[in-house]
């Protein structure tokens, strides 16, 4: 019985992976800084190298159907089963292999000499099936312009290149092609968007949101402005901290609380004829000062310092309760500084009063320096600009407050 002869590509791997273990056994000790960045360089070029290598095997897999040994339901099956890589990325593999292999003779070519990254090699076949129906003329054009960018751009540039690439090789079809992609795409958007939240028991809410790109940007705006870095004096803790210390991402979660809280009921359709306004329960104990816990009409409950600070603000309704549980109060307009007293406030303060913080009026809201809840009156003289940070650290009685004789409030937390 005579063996049958492997094909010279198995000595081929085979050599590689004797190569392999010949590096893993070199002491590093001696390797200098220039000679490690020449190596981590050609190693990402062999990389890229054994990654096309690996592309037109599977493109031929396809073409002979390996998966027929096995009875899997495809290539991409066979691949993720021996491999144990995700079906998701066996199919993507598999597809562009094929596409690559099979259609563009220039991109398998620069990925054979390691010029392009597998993310690069997926870009440039995304951005050429794209193309729709042109003539061969201007797709071989936009492959050989994409390669040529992919010497020297990673693979989201090239991305936005590839979309652009008909400007580049046919600009009289580029214009009318780019709008039926973006009309495309904005439709396919609009059918995935979403929105899911759930408590998580621990007084937190948990979500993920899928929206169009606009609509991704101007929420990213919106949170941009109220989250930019600004100075203050205050450090880490629950009830503020040293803002131009804190990660973009907490910025940005807070900024997105703030939104919140700033959307007023007018702006939003009426909910069973009572708009959104969210009502908060309280008693005259917990209104001036007490330690009992607040009630919202969701039934959530609410530490007492921040129902006294939601108090404060025009779009949250607190119903105070006496000691039979009757309502004292729900709330009276007198309550709220009006828009001339804000404004003069504006023209006054020019921003947040708080000791070192810089945040502009657009950014604050009107406080009470006699809180409202002991009797204070809403004035302009005995009122004044925080914004929504130092708003809450009023509030907290984590924190004691002193005016300053500039005017300003300064923050200690009680020891």
Known sequence: MTETALHPLAG??????DDLDDGFELGLLTLGPVETGAALVELERAANRLAALQSRLLAHASEVRVEDATGAASTAVWFANATQVTRAEAHRRVRVAVAVNEQYGVLAAAAASGAVSPDQLEVVVRALDDLGDVTAEVRDEAERTLVGFAREHDAKALRVLGRRILDVVAPAVGEAREAELLAQEEREAVAKIRLTMREDGHGCVHGRFTVPELHGAMFT?????ISSPRRSHLRAGSDGDAADARPAWERRGQAFVELIERMRDADLPDAAG????????????????????ASLDTGHRISPGEARRLACGADLVPAVLGTKSEVLDLGRAARFHTKPQRIAMILRDGGCTAEDCD???HR???????????????S???GRLLCWRHHRVAHAPTYLTETLGTGKLRFTRRV
């Open 380 to 382: 302009v003289t005995r």
């Open 221 to 225: 705006k919106m949170l941009d402005a």
């Open 12 to 17: 081929v791997v085979a050599r590689v992976h």
């Open 364 to 378: 604050c809201e009107a406080h009470h320096d006699d809180p409202w809840s002991r009797g204070g009156g809403t």
């Open 359 to 361: 945040a502009p009026p």
């Open 274 to 293: 009572a708009g959104a306004t969210v009502v908060v329960t309280m008693s005259v104990d917990t209104l001036t000062g007490g330690l009992a816990a």
